[in-house]
């Protein structure tokens, strides 16, 4: 880029960056001078020591206090030096290799101690289940005995009436009470299962998440492969 | 590069080569490089800085055809620069004690 191309996009940039008409003949005035005490043959030279024209405008918005693309990061950013932006960078990629290692020693870990983990989760399944199963057989048993010796009762009403009216009084008590329980025992059990369920998906998903290996590294005491 | 400039540093620097001798942009930055790799936008901002503090002034001279902006050292100017040296001299001595392992006993 020769002098006028570079000085004309300069103040252009500048123009639309919104600073004072002053400054940016300043700016402009400076910048014509190094390109013409630099020498007339060395323009593209000169050009290229001065980095882009975008570059340089950027530069001097900063130095004026114009928020460049009213991004208040970038400023930040512009602000580092290159090393420092080397370095952050080289940072990066190690904790982005980091993460992938982290991914895959939870995957390992996982999978050496799945026959663990497997059996527990299960053994704990399976006891919730039987205990949700016992509760609903009990119930299930209360209606069943009161069916059965009320009909039964009935049935001995004709033969040995005395003895009837006692099984009939005594499966009546049975439905009497299983009506009572039948209620707030199914909404229990079902609230069970629901909590259940929603304990293992959260579960699931807060292992997922955790994209920083946290827990296992809590469990690991913070080594890293 | 191993150490960068600070602004006070560039700024005492500046002071320091217009001090020689009235000067302008491209010269500056010229007589600068030889001790610190820096570029004409760097200069920019510490000339700017350096006028509105009132340490440098500027004028007009005809140069082949053209006027060139010369910088000037101002009285006050003049004054920063001493005051720089004072501390530049202690800050040398302070590091050199431990970078070069220069008298050491003295701290």
């Known amino acids: 880029m020769n002098r006028l191309e570079y000085l004309t996009s300069l103040r252009r940039i500048l123009e639309d960056g919104g600073l004072p008409r002053e400054e940016i003949n300043d700016a402009v005035r400076f910048y014509e001078e190094i390109f013409l005490d630099a020498g007339a043959e060395k323009e593209e030279e000169t050009s290229e020591n001065l980095g882009s024209p975008e570059e340089l405008a950027r530069k001097i918005l900063m130095d004026s206090g114009i928020h460049v693309e009213g991004d208040a990061v970038f400023q930040m950013e512009a602000a580092k030096t290159h090393e420092e932006q080397e370095q952050e960078q080289e940072y990066a990629k190690k904790s982005a290799q980091q993460d992938r290692n982290n991914m895959l020693v939870k995957l390992i870990i996982a999978l050496v101690t799945s026959p663990l983990w497997i059996g527990a989760l299960c053994a704990v399944g399976g006891v919730a289940i039987g205990l949700l199963a016992t509760a609903a057989a009990i119930l299930f048993a209360f209606f069943a005995v009161g069916f059965t010796m009320t009909v039964g009762g009935i049935v001995t009403l004709f033969t040995v009436y005395p003895a009837g009216i006692v099984l009939i009084g005594t499966g009546l008590i049975f439905l009497g009470l299983g009506g009572l329980i039948v209620v707030p025992a199914v909404k229990g059990i079902w609230k069970a299962m629901v909590s259940i369920f929603n304990g293992a998906v959260s579960c699931l998903r807060n292992y997922e998440s955790d994209g920083n290996g946290k827990s296992w590294r809590k469990i690991f005491g913070g080594r890293t492969v | ?107």
């Open chain 2, 1 to 107: 590069m191993g150490f960068p400039i600070s602004a006070g540093l560039l700024d005492s620097m500046v002071l320091s080569v217009v001090d020689k001798e009235d000067t302008y942009g491209y010269e500056i930055t010229q007589y600068i490089r030889r001790a610190v790799d820096i570029s004409e936008s760097t200069l920019y901002p510490v000339l700017r800085r350096l006028q509105k503090s009132e340490l440098l002034e500027t004028y007009d001279k005809e140069y082949m055809g053209r006027n060139r902006r010369y910088y000037h050292v101002t009285s006050k100017g003049e004054e920063a620069l001493a005051d720089y040296r004072r501390q530049w001299c202690i800050h040398k001595r302070m590091v050199d004690s431990i970078l070069m392992n220069e008298g050491g006993e003295n701290i």
